[in-house]
């Protein structure tokens, strides 16, 4: 990871971190700050970053997994805690809307064959996008 990533991680004046990440007009460094994010430090962050333009589906993919967008598929909203649920809500009406661009990251959703298949059976509406990644 390099120097400003940790940086920007490791910041704790939001209001900076929210400017910073409001600035970065490269979505491979969206992606590595994204990556490199610890979900003890609550949703702030990856607010800011799904909220950036330059943020591509891949990394939206990528958060919504690592927010356990699987219990979400699965179990919907009930199972979790409000933030949880209004975070994973959020970013996969963003993703099923299109609001992210896929160009340059790529992210497949580390799901077996059978994880697809009972989500479809769940939900046979959930896009392959979804579960396939980009």
């Known amino acids: 990871m390099n120097d400003w990533i940790a940086q920007i991680?490791?910041?704790?004046?939001?209001e900076r971190v929210k400017q910073e990440i409001s600035r970065i007009d490269n979505p491979e460094l969206i992606h590595n700050i994204a990556l490199n994010y610890n979900w003890d430090n609550g949703f702030d962050l990856p607010y800011w970053l799904i909220e950036?333009?330059?943020?591509?589906?891949?990394?939206?993919?990528?958060?919504f997994y690592n927010a356990d967008g699987y219990v979400f598929l699965e179990q919907g909203t009930l199972s979790m805690e409000k933030e949880w649920s209004i975070f994973t809500n959020m970013i996969f009406n963003?993703?099923?809307?299109?609001?992210?661009n896929s160009e340059k990251v790529t992210y497949r959703p580390s799901l077996t064959r059978v994880q697809k298949y009972k989500l479809k059976k769940i939900n046979a509406n959930i896009p392959d996008l979804v579960l396939d990644g980009v």
């Not at 950036?52 to 958060?63: P, Y």
């Not at 963003?94 to 992210?100: A, P, R, V």
């Open 9 to 14: 991680l490791e910041n704790e004046n939001k």
């Open 52 to 63: 950036n333009v330059n943020c591509e589906l891949g990394t939206a993919l990528m958060l």
């Open 94 to 100: 963003k993703i099923l809307n299109g609001e992210f």
